[in-house]
Structure formats: structure tokens, C-alpha cells
């Protein structure tokens, strides 16, 4: 049985994708053409999603942590401010800019979130897994959904799924199908099935309940 936050590494796996693809896009165009429109297009939705997810962690995660094991949160939160620091910068980022700055920018960025996510999912996440109800998992996980401004879940899918393997897809929707009334998940399962058309089949395959 998938617990609510065993989601959140899933999670954390699409942003250490995402960042490295625009971290890719960046060298790219610093070794090439200098043509920063792709990595600026990519770095616009990717700084939204990473302020949303660092806004439910303070909110709901971190507190919680407080309670089952003090201290240990501190450390993530001084990761997240140095986050909004770099993400700032990024954001100030135009087709414009200096390629070669915007390469030492985005390997930075890549860096810094691959060892913080790295922590997380292997200290932070099973100290609240193990030390914290399933009712208690599942409002903090909808609590920190609840940072998606509902008209933008439709991007968020379209940006979400693209970067998950299957077993990330699995277990995602197996969480979401146990938090959500099944009318409102009638809605997100559309919106994944148009995401991920060719290979929808693979996680009705997974989840046969998908299908009904």
C-alpha cells in the first residue's frame, strides 16, 4: 500500500530532472549558439513549481518534523533560502543574457537541489514516514498540493508526468486516487490520460482500477 508521502521523492525525482534538462539546455547554448529562449521558457514554470514545493514544505513539513524530531529541519530550512536566492536570480534571467553566466547559474542551481532533494529522501521523509499517522501524512500532502493554484493544474500535469519513469507514475496516482473524492480525480485521471496518450496503457496496466 502506497503511503501518502511515499509521492514526495517521486516528486522530488521530476525536479532533479527538469533542472538538469534546463541545466543541459544552458551549456548548450553557452558552448553553441547562445540562444537562451529554450532554457528561459524551461526556468519560468520550473522557479513556480520549486516556490510552490518549498512553500508547503515550510508550511506543513517542517513543522512537522519539529514534532517527531527536533532540530532536524533547520539545516532544510537554510537550504530553502539559499533556494530563493538562486531561484531570484534565475528568474532575472532573458533570452538576452549572458549565455556563459546563465551555464555557471544553472550547474550551481543543479547542484544545490540535487544534495538537498538527495537529504531529504533519505533522511527527512523516512523520519516523518515512520513517526507520523496515515492521517497525519495526508494532510500534510494535501496540504502542500493545495499550493497549486487550482487553474494551474492542468500545466502541472502537463510538466509532471512527461518526467516521471513508470513506477513514479504508480505510485503518484495511487496516492492521489486514495486523498481525492473520485469525482475530482475523474478530472486529474483525464488530464494525465492526454499527457501521457501513448503510454497510458502501461499504468492501466499498473492500476486496473484506471479503466473502470
Known amino acids: 500500500m502506497a503511503m501518502p508521502l511515499d509521492m514526495i521523492p517521486s516528486f522530488h525525482r521530476a525536479l532533479r530532472n527538469d533542472m538538469k534538462l534546463i541545466d543541459d539546455a544552458a551549456y548548450k547554448a553557452a558552448a553553441e549558439d547562445g540562444n537562451l529562449a529554450p532554457v528561459v521558457e524551461q526556468l519560468r514554470f520550473f522557479s513556480e513549481i520549486l516556490m510552490w514545493h518549498a512553500a508547503g514544505e515550510d508550511e506543513l513539513v517542517f513543522p512537522a518534523m519539529d514534532k517527531v524530531a527536533p532540530l532536524v529541519a533547520q539545516g532544510y530550512l537554510h537550504d530553502h533560502s539559499e533556494f530563493d536566492i538562486m531561484t531570484e536570480g534565475l528568474a532575472k534571467m532573458s533570452a538576452a543574457s549572458d549565455a556563459l553566466v546563465a551555464a555557471r547559474e544553472t550547474a550551481a542551481m543543479t547542484a544545490v537541489l540535487r544534495i538537498h532533494l538527495d537529504k531529504e529522501d533519505q533522511q527527512l521523509y523516512p523520519i516523518l514516514s515512520e513517526r507520523t499517522s496515515l492521517e497525519e501524512q495526508s494532510a500534510i500532502v494535501g496540504g502542500m498540493a493545495a499550493h497549486v493554484p487550482p487553474e494551474r493544474n492542468p500545466e502541472f500535469i502537463r510538466w509532471f508526468f512527461p518526467l516521471l519513469g513508470h513506477d513514479d507514475r504508480e505510485i503518484w ?22 499527457t501521457i496518450t501513448t503510454e497510458w496503457a ?3 496496466r499498473r492500476i486496473p482500477e484506471l479503466d473502470q
Not at 496516482?173 to 492526454?194: C, D, N, Q, S
Request: no cysteine; charged share 30%.
Open 202 to 204: 502501461e499504468l492501466v
Open 173 to 194: 496516482t495511487r496516492v492521489v486516487m486514495g486523498l481525492m473524492p473520485e469525482e475530482v480525480f475523474a478530472g486529474v485521471k483525464m488530464l494525465v490520460r492526454e
